[in-house]
């Protein structure tokens, strides 16, 4: 009979717009945040594409749940994941609303949920 499945990685990050960083707010150990690289450009730039990095890297298939933590100047914040590896897994935040401030991808805060 197969495992039942688990969480085996959770965290909630956040987007600081003053340091223009992403950090860990909180959630298990095992993993870090930081921008997806960017070529020719060191560090990467903040645009709303995070790469969460496991540390060891995850052995086996895993989903992840993702959750955006709307605001005020976007109430329909948006956010998917990709690029699945052992070692890391992407994120992508946007505003599906076209605003003249933000139209497309966007920094903000997010939870995800890892179920292996």
Same mark, same amino acid.
């Given at each position: 009979?197969?495992?039942?499945?688990a *969480?085996? @990685? @959770?965290?909630? *990050?956040? &987007?600081? &717009?003053?340091?223009g960083?992403?950090?860990?707010?909180?959630g298990?150990d095992?993993?870090s945040?930081? +921008?997806?690289?960017? +070529? $020719?450009?060191?560090? +990467?730039?903040?645009? !709303?594409?995070? =790469?969460?990095?496991f540390d060891?890297?995850?052995? $086996?298939?895993?989903?992840? #749940?993702?959750? +955006?933590?709307?605001t005020?100047?976007?109430?329909? #914040?948006?956010?998917n994941? !990709?690029q699945?590896?052992p070692?890391? &897994?992407?994120? *992508? =935040?946007?505003n599906p609303?076209?605003? #003249?401030s933000?139209q497309?991808?966007?920094? !903000?805060?997010f939870?995800?949920? =890892?179920?292996?």
């Amino acid at each position: 009979m197969p495992a039942k499945p688990a *969480i085996v @990685h @959770h965290g909630t *990050i956040a &987007f600081d &717009f003053a340091a223009g960083v992403y950090t860990k707010v909180s959630g298990s150990d095992g993993w870090s945040v930081r +921008p997806i690289d960017w +070529p $020719g450009l060191n560090p +990467p730039p903040p645009v !709303g594409q995070v =790469l969460v990095v496991f540390d060891p890297p995850v052995e $086996g298939p895993y989903t992840v #749940l993702v959750s +955006p933590s709307r605001t005020p100047d976007a109430p329909m #914040l948006c956010c998917n994941w !990709g690029q699945a590896a052992p070692e890391s &897994f992407e994120v *992508i =935040l946007f505003n599906p609303v076209a605003q #003249l401030s933000y139209q497309t991808v966007r920094n !903000g805060n997010f939870s995800f949920v =890892l179920i292996q």
